[in-house]
């Protein structure tokens, strides 16, 4: 049996965030509150949109975010952004923001959103679920590649 990283004290309650001017942790001012919110309510994992734009180090919000839930004992999944992932892989930029992340302790990565939705998918129409699974076994190689543990949309 596979032994998949954790948090310690695992409740398996989890937030759903971002870390832009929109959202929880876009401001870093503001996440001593929001962790110490989540850290209240339970909660031991988050899960954080990473823009595409995002730079692959530490000069990010996105990145410092991360790595200030991980510091204070969470366990995060990032979800590596693109619109209209389908049919797509993932970008050189968003492979090596996975490697840098890995490299501070994070372990899980998203690398698609609802194909079953036709706004997830570049000419509108949901295409075959085996472009799905092809376009996520080039993605999960590569995630596995940099150490990552890839999700399965």
């Known amino acids: 049996m596979l032994n998949y990283p954790r948090p310690l004290n695992d409740t398996g309650i989890a937030w759903h965030l971002g870390a832009n001017g929109y959202y929880p942790l876009g401001r870093p ?8 919110h989540m850290k209240d309510m339970g909660a ?10 995002a730079k692959p180090n530490a000069d990010d919000v996105t990145f410092r975010a991360v790595n200030y839930l991980v ?3 969470f ?3 990032v979800r590596l ?3 209209k992932p389908n ?3 993932l970008t050189l930029n968003q492979i090596q923001m996975a490697k840098n992340l890995v490299s501070i302790g994070v372990h899980y990565f998203e690398q698609n959103n609802e194909p079953n939705l036709h706004v ?6 949901i295409g075959s679920s085996e472009s799905v699974a092809n376009d ?3 993605d999960a190689r590569a995630l596995e590649d940099v150490d990552g543990y890839p999700g399965i949309p």
């Open 29 to 36: 001012e503001h996440w001593a509150k929001w962790v110490g």
């Open 44 to 53: 031991t994992w988050a899960k954080v949109l990473l823009m595409p734009d």
């Open 71 to 73: 510091a204070n004992g």
């Open 75 to 77: 366990e995060v999944v």
């Open 81 to 83: 952004f693109r619109d």
């Open 87 to 89: 049919p797509g892989i």
């Open 120 to 125: 997830e998918w570049q000419n509108g129409q």
């Open 136 to 138: 996520w076994l080039v």
